[in-house]
Antibody
Framework: QVQLQESGSGLVKPSQTLSLTCAVS??????????WGWIRQPPGKGLEWIGY???????KYIRSLQSRVTISIDRSKNQFSLKLTSVTAADTAVYYC??????????????WGQGTLVTVSS | QSVLTQPPSVSEAPRQRVTISCSGS????????VNWYQHLPGKAPKLLIY???LLPSGVSDRFSASKSGTSASLAISGLQSVDEADYYC???????????FGGGTKLTVL
């Protein structure tokens, strides 16, 4: 059974960098069949895709965050990470990590981690 | 404002059937597969439907989905209180070159 677990700082000051890690168990992050991604949900709002990284390290990000976001992979620890720089209150959200499946015309997230709340506040 | 449009809420009585709509465009729903997610309060979102209408292993066959043109819909039959959740549609968007979600629909079982 594949499981994902987010960890990282729950409180980040404005203009600083948000850093989160997603530990994967029950599957190898080097499995070429999947990528690994991040999705967030601001309080009271819907889900927003952030980006994903393939097993080979190729990344794809949402355009609105592209200048501030980095997703990286650590095969030795079977985990992947999210960094978001220059955060503002608008980045306050529950952040989810997920395994990403994709084909020529579909990209889906399964399973998801439990999510971690990150609050941006001084 | 989400790229995919869903009704904010729907409600129906137990044992009845409800549908949730998801409206998009040719850059997303019409030319790419729609996936549906169930988000129970305090839980991790769960993949409910993929490739427009396929059920992942373990998902109840009370759930079904379809797509026509730029719209998709999720149907839940035999409603139970455990189905109370937020439901999201999602698809790849060729213009935005990324995944887009609907705003979510809150299902209340009366």
């Amino acid at each position: 059974q594949v499981q994902l677990q987010e960890s990282g700082s729950g409180l980040v000051k404005p203009s600083q960098t948000l850093s989160l890690t997603c530990a994967v168990s029950g599957a190898s992050i080097s499995d070429g069949a999947y990528s690994w991604g991040w999705i967030r949900q601001p309080p009271g709002k819907g889900l927003e895709w952030i980006g994903y990284i393939s097993h080979s390290g190729r990344t794809k990000y949402i355009r609105s965050l592209q200048s501030r976001v980095t997703i990286s992979i650590d095969r030795s620890k079977n985990q992947f990470s999210l960094k978001l720089t220059s955060v503002t209150a608008a980045d306050t959200a529950v952040y989810y990590c997920a395994r990403v499946g994709s084909s020529a015309y579909s990209t889906w997230f399964d399973p998801w981690g439990q999510g971690t709340l990150v609050t941006v506040s001084s | 404002q989400s790229v995919l449009t869903q009704p904010p809420s729907v409600s129906e009585a137990p044992r009845q059937r409800v549908t949730i709509s998801c409206s998009g465009s040719s850059s997303n729903i019409e030319n790419n597969a729609v996936n549906w997610y169930q988000h129970l309060p305090g839980k991790a979102p769960k993949l409910l439907i993929y490739y427009d209408s396929l059920l992942p292993s373990g998902v109840s066959d009370r759930f079904s989905a379809s797509k026509s043109g730029t719209s998709a819909s999720l149907a839940i039959s035999g409603l139970q209180s455990v189905d109370e959740a937020d439901y999201y549609c999602a698809a790849w968007d060729d213009s935005l070159n990324g995944v887009v979600f609907g705003g979510g629909t809150k299902l209340t079982v009366l």
